[in-house]
């Protein structure tokens, strides 16, 4: 997985962070001041990129933690196959890939649409 390390005092609201082995986006971030027994202590909640999931966690705010790499890229739609999959031509390699699309998406052919991947996983970004 591709992933970098990033101390959690570093994460900000809008950005990624690996909860439970899936990529999530930060949507919440709050930390508590430290105690007489302790260090400070942060909690993040997020929802999963690829699965739509809420997760949160509370560590330390020195403590270590992995962020994925996640790609923002530019596409093409070349055919709409149903309501819930279309074909897309990555504007960057010319390659074709099948992708889910979104439940509220209004694609037709010669669409520029932008998709998030990372390690073989895509989503349509809205």
């Known amino acids: 997985m591709v ?54 966690f509370s560590q330390p705010v ?8 996640i790609e923002r890229k530019q596409g093409q739609v070349i055919n709409v196959e ?8 990555d504007l960057d390699t010319y390659e074709t890939i099948t992708i889910s699309t979104p439940d509220d998406a209004d694609l037709s052919p010669e669409d520029d649409i932008e998709f998030l991947e990372m390690e073989g996983q895509r989503k349509i970004v809205g």
């Open 62 to 69: 020195d403590a270590k933690i992995r962020v994925p790499i």
């Open 3 to 56: 992933t970098q390390q990033k101390q959690v005092r570093d994460l900000q609201e809008g950005g990624y962070v690996m909860m439970d082995g899936a990529a999530c986006k930060i949507t919440a971030y709050s930390t508590a001041k430290p105690g007489k027994h302790g260090s400070a202590k942060a909690r993040v909640e997020g929802r999963g990129v690829f699965d739509g999931k809420k997760r949160s």
């Open 82 to 89: 149903s309501d819930t999959v279309a074909q897309v031509m």
